[in-house]
């Protein structure tokens, strides 16, 4: 049995191909829920035509803050650790797998909770690095240690199998990532939720946490939002974590009462690709915004000072390290950075399933 365990819309929007793969090979699989996020995950499930996860280890609010994250982690792995047949099945098998994907404290933890049922790993999106722990934080120590307690490591392109190392484990190029299916699942006929007042307009999109930690911080993008709002009117999409950031260091109402800016709340994903492709650029802090402007060919200027993804690097994608210098330049002469859209000889979520299937026949063949 093959068991997938996520909890965030990211991870969702990442892994519904793989389990629409599965689905429509008629393999059957468990979806856990570590219920990290709820907010528009209904949507997703209907943008891909995914099922309902079959097993909920956590059903109240969103977990968007440190001290809850913590109760959180300590909640599911105690249920975990004390009721393995709820989470996996009557049926569970030492030869099952359990597929994790990403970077978050959702990935670590469907990978302990693997472990300590003692089943396999297969870790999705595997084998990206920053280099440095705090860079971003948690996410490059959460990544460390799930590359070591996996068993099957997923990693988009030669580069991610390369900073694996010496992790032990079998390493497979999927020659993509999984987000490219995503982006391509979305049907041209789908268009944006929004009636914007202008035609013209750039998407604002962030909520990392280096990016919220503090006053200084907030502030430091904020001055690089409002510069690009004098070039271009901008959609501010918003996240719960960029609310709570901006109420809390009162900037929220300076946001609000630009009118240069529109902010909006967040959307399923096929409406949002549907408002990437209708824009001019984006200004993101996140690496799967990055990849999805890669695969499309939009602009993006990258609100970090280091990426683990080199999608899109040098080419439409514009790595700011907080310059206003730089994101001034990037804002004037974004036409410079449009790109034919990139496109991958497979299907990343084909080449895990074919993997998965190909070890499923091993077995068969061993005990035959």
């Not at 006929?189 to 006053?215: Q, W």
């Not at 399923?268 to 402007?293: M, R, T």
């Not at 609100?303 to 990037?330: K, M, P, W």
């Amino acid at each position: 049995m093959i068991h997938i365990i996520i909890g965030t819309k990211a991870q969702l929007i990442k892994m519904a191909p793989v389990m629409a793969e599965l689905s429509r090979r008629g393999v059957p699989y468990r979806y856990i829920s570590t219920g990290q996020h709820k907010d528009t995950v209904a949507d997703l499930l209907l943008n891909f035509n995914v099922k309902d996860p079959d097993v909920f280890l956590y059903d109240g609010k969103d977990i968007v803050s440190v001290r809850s994250m913590f109760f959180w982690l300590c909640r599911i792995l105690s249920r975990a650790l004390f009721n393995k047949r709820y989470i996996f099945g009557e049926q569970v098998s030492n030869d099952d797998i359990v597929l994790i994907h990403g970077d978050t404290l959702s990935t670590l933890a469907g990978a302990l909770m693997a472990r300590m049922a003692g089943l396999k790993v297969g870790h999705v999106e595997s084998g990206l690095r920053s280099y440095r722990f705090f860079h971003p934080f948690p996410e490059e120590l959460t990544r460390v240690l799930t590359f070591k307690l996996s068993n099957y490591l997923f990693c988009p392109d030669d580069i991610a199998v390369k900073n694996l190392g010496k992790i032990s484990g079998v390493k497979v190029n999927t020659g993509g990532n999984t987000l490219y299916d995503a982006v391509h699942a979305v049907r041209p006929s789908v268009g944006s939720p929004l009636s914007l007042p202008v035609r013209n307009f750039a998407i604002v999109t962030l909520h990392r946490y280096e990016n919220f930690k503090d006053r200084q911080c907030v502030l430091r993008i904020l001055n690089i939002v409002e510069m690009a709002s004098k070039h271009q009117r901008l959609v501010f999409v918003m996240h719960k974590t960029t609310v709570r950031a901006l109420k809390k260091y009162g900037f929220y109402e300076r946001v609000k009462n630009n009118d240069r800016i529109k902010t909006v709340p967040r959307m399923d994903y096929f409406s949002f690709i549907a408002l990437i492709k209708k824009s001019k650029f984006v200004i993101s802090d996140g690496g799967s915004n990055q990849e999805e402007c890669f695969y499309l060919g939009k602009p993006i200027l990258l609100l970090r000072d280091a990426s683990e993804r080199q999608e899109g690097l040098g080419e439409n994608c514009v790595l700011s390290h907080y310059s206003i210098a730089t994101a001034s330049e990037f804002v004037e002469n974004y036409q410079s950075y449009e790109r034919v859209g990139h496109a991958i000889l497979t299907r990343p979520s084909k080449t895990i399933v074919d993997f998965l299937l190909s070890l499923d026949n091993e077995k068969k063949n061993i005990r035959g």
